[in-house]
Structures are given as structure tokens and as C-alpha cells.
């Protein structure tokens, strides 16, 4: 069965720093989103991407965050200076033609970052 | 956009018991899945179950789609079905809104 792949696993980081996390979305998806969720709390919505352009995002995308879609399989979230706040487990998803489509959205295994 | 409410919020049940989760949601959806969080922290996809009923071995999950409710079955739980379950929802392009979710708890 197809899989999203993400990288790295965990990752920890100082404040301050710039992150990348990386995904690998299925190859025929056409569709791309990152998922956040803080330690205990629901799973969030950050960002939907279609046609190599950001289609929705939400407040909690703000200008520290970017995504990228660098070739034709990596999808990337970018956070240029980390806070604590967020510290949380970040999960790329794709789905082949948005929603509806008979298949949902096939989330990643998340990428667990800590800010120190 | 969809609002998505999940209840209970805990439950805690013995080995062998069977549960039924259920999932609230505020308009129609063509998407909703049901998602087991294991204690990896991994979203394991259960059920793509826009309308209907389906059935994968001890689970089992009914949307009503007019009625705006979907229901998750378990049927003789085990340790191993612990961990958070998610509904969650979405129609057209909209992005997909997660539940709050149902904490499970199986007690050997």
C-alpha cells in the first residue's frame, strides 16, 4: 500500500533555528497539506498546497512558516525561527484529487520536533 | 467551516468489551475518516467512510450522512486497540477538521 513518507522522525532544535521537514507524498497525489498537533490537544491545520501554490492556510501559518515543493516528489515545511510553542508532532498528508475522491487523505508517521 | 465534535471524550473498558464512538459533525461532508493515534504518536488511517457502513475485522464504522453522525464500532477490545481515536471531516476542497477525539483505555 502506498505511503507518505516523512523525515526526520524526531527532530530537536534551539530556538531560534531554522527547520526543514521533509515528506515524500504519494506519487500520483496531487494534493498536499502539513497537520500539526501540540502534545495532548487536537490535530491542527496549517496548510493545503495544489498546482505548486499554497490553495488555504491557517492563522497558525504565519510568515515564520513556508512550503516548497523543491522537484517532483519532496514536499517541505520550512520554519525559519523556532519558538518553544512549537514544539509538536508535524504530519504531511496528500490525497489524490482533494477530498471526496473515494480515498481520503494518507497521513505521514509525523515528524516529532522539540524546541529547547 | 465544519465543526466536528467527538464523545466520550474517555472511556475505560475491560478486555473483551465493546464500544461504539461516535462523531458529531455541522455540515454535509463528502470525506470523513476515522483515524487510531497509537502511542507513537502515529495517525493510523481506520475508515474512509463518507455515507454508509463498512467493516475491517473487529471494527466497524456507519456514517449517516442526512443525520450528520458516524459511529465506531469495537467489538471485543483488546489492550492493543488503546490509544486516541479521531474523526475527521471535510467537503469539496475545504481542509479536513479533526475532532477533539475519544481517549480509549483497555484494562487487561
Known amino acids: 500500500e502506498p505511503e507518505v513518507t516523512q523525515t526526520p522522525s524526531h527532530q530537536v532544535t534551539q530556538m531560534g533555528q531554522e527547520v526543514i521537514l521533509r515528506c515524500v507524498p504519494i506519487?500520483?497525489?496531487?494534493?498536499f497539506y502539513w497537520y500539526r498537533q501540540i502534545l495532548g490537544q487536537k490535530v491542527e491545520f496549517l496548510v493545503s498546497?495544489?498546482?505548486?501554490?499554497?490553495s488555504e492556510k491557517s492563522e497558525i501559518f504565519d510568515d515564520q512558516f513556508s512550503v516548497e515543493r523543491p522537484d517532483g516528489s519532496n514536499f517541505t515545511l520550512k520554519i525559519r525561527s523556532t519558538k518553544l510553542e512549537d514544539s509538536a508532532m508535524y504530519f504531511c498528508?496528500?490525497?489524490?484529487w482533494g477530498t471526496g475522491d473515494g480515498y481520503g487523505y494518507t497521513f505521514g508517521s509525523g515528524t516529532r520536533l522539540t524546541v529547547v | 467551516g465544519i465543526q466536528v465534535e467527538q464523545s466520550p471524550p474517555d472511556l475505560i473498558l475491560q478486555e473483551g468489551a465493546n464500544s461504539t464512538l461516535r462523531c458529531n459533525f455541522s455540515?454535509?461532508?463528502?470525506?470523513l475518516q476515522w483515524f487510531h493515534q497509537n502511542p507513537w504518536g502515529q495517525l493510523i488511517n481506520l475508515f474512509y467512510?463518507?455515507?454508509g457502513t463498512k467493516q475491517n475485522g473487529r471494527l466497524s464504522a456507519t456514517t449517516v450522512a442526512t443525520e450528520r453522525y458516524s459511529l465506531l464500532y469495537i467489538s471485543s477490545s483488546q489492550t492493543t486497540d488503546s490509544g486516541v481515536y479521531f474523526c475527521?471531516?471535510?467537503?469539496?476542497?475545504?481542509?479536513?477538521?479533526f475532532g477533539t477525539g475519544t481517549r480509549l483505555t483497555i484494562i487487561p
Open positions: 455540515d454535509s461532508v463528502n470525506n
Open positions: 498528508a496528500s490525497s489524490q
Open positions: 498546497f495544489y498546482n505548486n501554490e499554497i
Open positions: 506519487s500520483n497525489h496531487l494534493y
Open positions: 467512510i463518507p455515507s
Open positions: 475527521a471531516a471535510s467537503f469539496g476542497n475545504e481542509k479536513l477538521t
